[in-house]
């Protein structure tokens, strides 16, 4: 069964600060997704991870990507206010044509 | 490029009442997927269209038809509406099956 479980599902930051977001997945994967998604808007891609340990970063997020432990982790440095949202991570199964996301993880990252 | 365009962006239904929400991509995509994005739920797909002239069940298809109308439009049809359904409703598409999915702004269905 294609099973995604993010955690924490809801974090509270205070500026400045730096935190983790953990995705375990369930299967054996092709590729790895983080989307977020702004209060009331549509998902926007921000990293894929295609193969043992990958590493992408973007401005204060980096995600990575350890197969063998079926982990994805996304690292959030020095948060500012602007990085406020729900972060998704979907994985794709081997041999499997869809997508399964996580529950999603709430980001609330204050003054 | 509009890229993933859905409509109606809002609608309010009866129980038993049936509509079609509607999605477009201008991107020359060749799949499309519709999800249903529910609180603490994360998004669970429906239904999808891996190429133009295919469609498989997801999910959650239950109480769902779709249609791939043509390379661009991908629309999916709820024939008796129930309070279940209440949900904001994704489209999203991508080149490949292997590839990014795009997400259009979503439509937000309420049924009384």
């Known amino acids: 069964e294609l099973k995604v479980e993010q955690n924490p599902l809801f974090l509270s930051m205070q500026e400045g600060k730096n935190y983790t977001i953990y995705c375990n997945y369930s299967?054996?994967?092709?590729?790895l997704y983080w989307y977020r998604q702004d209060p009331g808007k549509s998902l926007e891609s921000l990293f894929v991870l295609l193969s043992n340990g990958a590493v992408k970063q973007e401005g204060r997020l980096m995600a990575s990507l350890d197969t063998k432990a079926r982990l994805s982790t996304l690292h959030i440095t020095a948060a500012v206010h602007d990085l406020s949202a729900t972060y998704f991570c979907a994985f794709q199964g081997s041999g499997y044509s869809t997508l399964t996301f996580g529950k999603g993880t709430m980001l609330l990252v204050s003054p | 490029n509009a890229g993933v365009t859905q409509t109606p962006k809002f609608q309010v239904l009866k129980t038993g009442q049936s509509m079609t929400l509607q999605c477009a991509q201008d991107?020359?995509?060749?799949?499309m997927y519709w999800y249903r994005q529910d609180p603490g739920m994360g998004l669970r797909l429906i239904y999808y269209?891996?190429?133009?002239?295919?469609?498989d069940k997801g999910e959650v298809p239950n109480g769902y038809n779709v249609s791939r109308l043509n390379k661009r439009e991908f629309s999916l049809r709820l024939e008796s509406a129930a309070p279940s359904q209440t949900s904001v409703y994704f489209c999203?598409?991508?080149?490949?099956?292997?590839?990014?999915?795009?997400f259009g702004p979503g439509t937000r269905l309420t049924v009384l």
């Open positions: 991107m020359n995509h060749n799949s």
């Open positions: 999203a598409s991508t080149s490949g099956t292997k590839d990014t999915q795009y």
């Open positions: 269209s891996a190429s133009e002239g295919t469609t």
């Open positions: 299967t054996t994967s092709d590729r």
